[in-house]
């Protein structure tokens, strides 16, 4: 597979617990993908892309490592990506 929407991605890498959440944190414009905002949930994630967005009141950033095929366990959802260091405060352009 070649890639797959961001918002089964995050999903299947367990940052979000239903595909709706997933889309309602794109839609809310707190999502990054390579350091450009993406605003729609058909956008395609890549291994080797690096993912920003809000969880719960901090930040994470994370690059993508695998794109999986289903929303496996703990474990297969971490062997996804690799976490990256955290921006530190939130990025200014950010609401």
Same mark, same amino acid.
């Given at each position: ?11 299947? %890498? !367990?940052?979000?617990? *239903?595909? *709706? +959440? =997933?889309q309602h944190l794109i @839609?809310?414009? %707190?999502?990054?993908? &390579? &350091? ?5 949930? *058909? ?13 719960? !009141? ?18 297969? =959802?971490? =062997? +996804?990506?690799?976490? +990256?260091? %955290? ?5 200014? @352009?950010? %609401?």
């Amino acid at each position: 597979m070649d890639g797959l929407r961001i918002d089964k991605w995050l999903w299947f %890498a !367990r940052f979000c617990k *239903s595909r *709706s +959440l =997933a889309q309602h944190l794109i @839609d809310e414009g %707190a999502v990054k993908l &390579n &350091n450009r905002p993406i605003d729609k949930v *058909s956008t395609t994630v890549r291994e080797g892309d690096e993912l920003t967005f809000r969880q719960g !009141r901090g930040w994470r950033r994370v690059m993508v490592t695998g794109i999986g095929s289903r929303r496996g366990s703990t474990s297969e =959802a971490q =062997a +996804l990506y690799q976490e +990256l260091a %955290a921006p530190d405060p939130p990025p200014d @352009d950010w %609401a």
